[in-house]
């Protein structure tokens, strides 16, 4: 079935420095791919998405772009900052589907420090 | 346009009680969907309506049960509640209707249920 693996967290860093949180997935077909954000006591929230191999999805200084090769989704920013604290999930949704059930990485907690 | 509202914000039920979980959406859109959080496991789906009158199973589906009222909710019961559920619950919505706001593959999703089985 399909699945979504992120880095281990949780990544601790200083402001201003550059942010990358790996995803990786499994899935046939050509699935979509999205970068949702949690803030703390709040629902999750869409953060970026890309539709096809080689889009770059962009949002807030955030940025993936989905590689189809190594099929993976990486989300990166520099430099970051306090705000940027919360829990980022990597999720997939299957090619061909009318609806959009997803399936979600564990999430990955991301402090920054002043 | 509120988006996505769940109640109650928070519950605290004793083994074998039971209760249901709220949600509503005021985007049009067709499908609805059951989530449950727990840490270290993102979120995994229990039960997705495509669309008024359809309902599926999810990936964890047992000890619950849910109902499509009429296309803007979507409602989460336990019949009788065990302290595996645990958990934080999230419902979301996605895609077009007529007259449907926002876009269509991507999920909105609501501020959460924190319930707390004792």
């Known amino acids: 079935g399909d699945s979504v693996t992120q880095m281990e967290g949780p990544v601790t860093l200083s402001e201003e420095a550059f942010l990358t949180i790996n995803c990786t997935y499994t899935?046939?077909?050509?699935?979509?791919l999205f970068w949702y954000v949690q803030y703390p006591g709040e629902g999750l929230q869409l953060l970026l998405k890309?539709?096809?191999?080689?889009d770059k999805g962009s949002n807030k200084g955030f940025e993936a772009t989905y590689r189809k090769e190594t099929t993976s989704f990486h989300l990166e920013k520099g430099p970051v900052q306090v705000s940027d604290s919360a829990v980022y999930f990597c999720?997939?949704?299957?090619?061909?589907?009318?609806?959009?059930?997803?399936?979600f990485g564990q999430g990955t907690i991301l402090t920054v420090h002043p | 346009n509120a988006g996505v509202t769940q109640t109650p914000k928070f519950q605290v039920l004793k083994t074998g009680q039971s209760m249901t979980l709220q949600c509503a959406q005021d985007?049009?859109?067709?499908?609805m969907y059951w989530y449950r959080q727990d840490p270290g496991m993102g979120l995994r789906l229990i039960y997705y309506?495509?669309?008024?009158?359809?309902?599926d199973k999810g990936e964890v589906p047992n000890g619950y049960n849910v109902s499509r009222l009429n296309k803007r909710e979507f409602s989460l019961r336990l019949e009788s509640a065990a302290p595996s559920q645990t958990s934080v619950y999230f419902c979301a919505s996605s895609g077009r209707g007529q007259g449907a706001t926002k876009s269509t593959d991507t999920q909105y999703f609501g501020p959460g249920t924190r319930l707390t089985v004792l």
């Open positions: 999720a997939l949704r299957a090619g061909g589907t009318s609806y959009g059930k997803l399936t």
């Open positions: 890309a539709t096809k191999a080689d």
């Open positions: 899935a046939t077909g050509y699935p979509s």
């Open positions: 309506s495509a669309s008024e009158g359809t309902t």
């Open positions: 985007m049009n859109h067709n499908s």
